[in-house]
């Protein structure tokens, strides 16, 4: 268990849509992570927020956005979802938003999202 | 531009020893990562590199070289259990770049 929590575990929905998923990093961790894995594809970087301010974006549509709460867990939003959009995303958290090489991504068990 | 390559399937028998290679070219450079992904779950994190030589944590080692834009990873002592993905990341600046990753299979 990385301690990085994230929901929901499954997700089924229609074109169209719009989804919200859920992200709650390790206890201590400012930065948070975004990825997209697709099937048999690698791990696509999104986004990243480091203390509630947008960091570093990666191949992220326009369709899809992000934000980190004071809290810092994160919400990652898609709309007008496409049947392209099934996928696992997966939320990644470290303490320090890569300002050490040392930083490590610690990854969570992943949303799979299914559009129908 | 960013390239990462790594072999996309290798098989191996249960108490042998495989090496899985990473060749990388990106902008920057300040550490490269492996990690273990079993299908359909989180990757879990293995080893950092960030300076040349071999880095090893019990039955896994790493190896990086800078100059040569490569990396690899031992696993020793095979088990089934090591059957799963093991990506290779290279940090540029803030961002983990993966590879595809590499499908391992381990056979009795």
């Known amino acids: 268990d990385s301690g990085v929590t994230q929901t929901p575990k499954h997700l089924i929905t229609a074109t169209g849509q719009r989804v919200t998923l859920r992200c709650s990093p390790r206890?201590?961790?400012?930065?948070v992570y975004w990825y997209q894995q697709s099937l048999d594809q690698g791990l696509q970087f999104l986004i990243q927020?480091?203390?509630?301010?947008?960091?570093a974006k990666g191949n992220i549509l326009e369709r899809f956005s992000a934000q980190q709460f004071p809290d810092l867990h994160s919400e990652l939003n898609l709309s007008s979802l496409e049947l392209g959009d099934s996928a696992l995303y997966f939320c990644?958290?470290?303490?320090?938003?890569?300002?050490?090489?040392?930083?490590?991504?610690?990854f969570g068990p992943g949303t799979r999202l299914t559009v129908l | 531009g960013q390239n990462i390559d790594q072999p996309t399937e290798m098989t191996a028998t249960e108490g042998a020893i495989v090496q899985i290679n990473c060749t990388y070219q990106?902008?920057?450079?300040?550490?490269l990562f492996w990690y273990q992904q079993h299908a359909g779950e989180a990757p879990t994190f293995l080893s950092y590199?960030?300076?040349?030589g071999l880095e090893e944590k019990g039955r896994f080692s790493s190896f990086l070289s800078r100059s040569k834009g490569y990396s690899y990873l031992l696993l020793k002592e095979l088990q089934m259990k090591d059957s799963a993905s093991y990506l290779c990341?290279?940090?540029?600046?803030?961002?983990?770049?993966f590879g595809t990753g590499t499908r391992l299979q381990v056979f009795p």
């Open positions: 927020y480091y203390n509630g301010e947008e960091r």
């Open positions: 590199n960030v300076l040349d």
């Open positions: 990644a958290s470290s303490a320090s938003g890569g300002a050490l090489s040392t930083d490590t991504q610690y």
């Open positions: 990341a290279v940090r540029e600046a803030d961002k983990l770049i």
């Open positions: 206890s201590g961790d400012l930065s």
């Open positions: 990106t902008s920057g450079f300040n550490g």
